[in-house]
């Protein structure tokens, strides 16, 4: 990749990473259906408009079934998933669930598209659940009573993440990504008002509470997806998808240092686990079989 790409690969990451952040920070005043409406309704005023000026509203109406089940499974369960998490999980843990999406995308395109599971991949599946379920014992609670409700959330955001690409490159090859991202984004704001105007909190939130779910709509959902988007353009999709391994460390960082949560040894190896677990299923790791 060329330097311009790196560095904006690594201003992604920091991006994303910091998205589990405000989660944290915002959920509680919110709750986890507004902000996660909030969140994808944002996301549609910046990537809509933006798709319309291109001419191309008309993929939307073409294309609306796939599309609509990615506003499912791409925007409106995962972001409910994870904010609903965000009350009681830390973001590091947050990310780490986040990272293992290519190891449900990797079983859903084996059993649903036929790819090919060699045996490294299939070393990595099992190398890959084995840090997911490490984390979910030893650093989401289970084992001290924690909520068994939000590893649950992070799991079911995580499958259907992983359930996306294989809809997309089923039913939606060739498609723009801005129309399916900025689609996505507007079928899942319009399964969330509803239930969101339902679930809006009782007490008006802070100044300072709409200004952290602006960030989290505007900079971590709509820019970011631009930015993903123009990297996979220039960068290719490989190495495009690479900013999934280091969203986790600056989550990890962000946790830290505004949050105070800890950095600890047993979490370091879940989120190496997951990775190492992870770049052998999607094949960017390629060890040699002599």
Not at 22 to 49: D, E, K, N, Q, T
Not at 55 to 66: E, S, Y
Not at 108 to 120: I, N, Q, S
Not at 199 to 205: F, I, M, N, R, V
Request: glycine letters at 10%; charged letters at 10%.
């Amino acid at each position: 990749m060329r330097p311009r790409d790196v560095a904006e690969l690594i201003a992604l990451a920091a991006i994303w990473g910091s998205s589990f952040l405000f989660m944290r920070i915002a959920v509680p005043a919110f709750g986890p259906v507004a902000i996660a409406a909030l969140r994808i309704g944002g996301a549609s005023l910046l990537l809509v408009p933006l798709l319309a000026a291109r001419g191309d509203l008309g993929l939307l109406r073409r294309h609306w079934r796939p599309i609509a089940v990615l506003g499912v499974t791409n925007s409106a369960v995962p972001y409910f998933g994870f904010a609903y998490a965000a009350l009681t999980t830390g973001t590091g843990v947050l990310a780490i669930f986040n990272s293992a999406s290519p190891l449900f995308a990797a079983v859903v395109a084996w059993l649903w598209l036929g790819d090919r599971l060699t045996p490294p991949r299939v070393a990595g599946l099992a190398i890959g659940f084995a840090g997911i379920v490490w984390i979910i014992v030893y650093k989401s609670g289970l084992h001290a009573g924690g909520t068994l409700l939000a590893v649950l959330a992070c799991l079911l955001a995580t499958v259907c993440y992983g359930v996306s690409p294989s809809v997309t490159k089923r039913h939606l090859s060739g498609v723009s990504p801005l129309a399916v991202a900025a689609g996505s984004q507007l079928v899942g704001a319009a399964l969330l008002a509803i239930p969101a105007l339902l679930a809006w909190p009782a007490t008006p939130p802070t100044l300072s509470g709409w200004l952290v779910v602006a960030a989290l709509a505007f900079v971590c959902t709509g820019l970011a997806l631009l930015m993903y988007f123009r990297l996979i353009a220039h960068a290719g999709p490989a190495n495009a998808i690479s900013v999934t391994y280091l969203i986790p460390i600056f989550a990890i960082a962000w946790g830290s240092l505004f949050l105070d949560e800890a950095i600890t040894w047993p979490l370091l190896a879940g989120c190496a686990v997951v990775f190492l677990g992870t770049a052998l299923a999607t094949g960017i790791l390629r060890p040699r079989i002599s």
